[in-house]
């Protein structure tokens, strides 16, 4: 795939990258570091589809992407 979509949130002292596409979640000290582990999770997916087909993703449903997005004290 050429490109992804991610969403960042701060979570406590964290921020948290999830991708859109295939469900993948980085976490870092900044949006940076969490964007890179989220990237570092993705390119280490694709390997895996190099290797073998039986790989499965899908999207993330609405409901997950409204669960990520609340927030809670």
């Known amino acids: 795939m050429d490109f992804y979509t991610i969403v ?19 976490q870092g000290k900044t949006k940076k570091e969490a964007t890179e582990k989220l990237r570092e999770a993705v390119d280490s997916l694709e390997s895996l589809r190099m290797v073998g087909n039986d790989i499965y993703t899908a999207p993330i449903a609405i409901k997950e992407l409204h669960e990520f997005l609340t927030v809670t004290e």
Not at 8 to 26: A, F, I, M, T
């Open 8 to 26: 960042l949130r701060k979570s406590n002292d964290y921020w948290v990258s999830l991708c859109l596409e295939n469900g993948l979640v980085g």
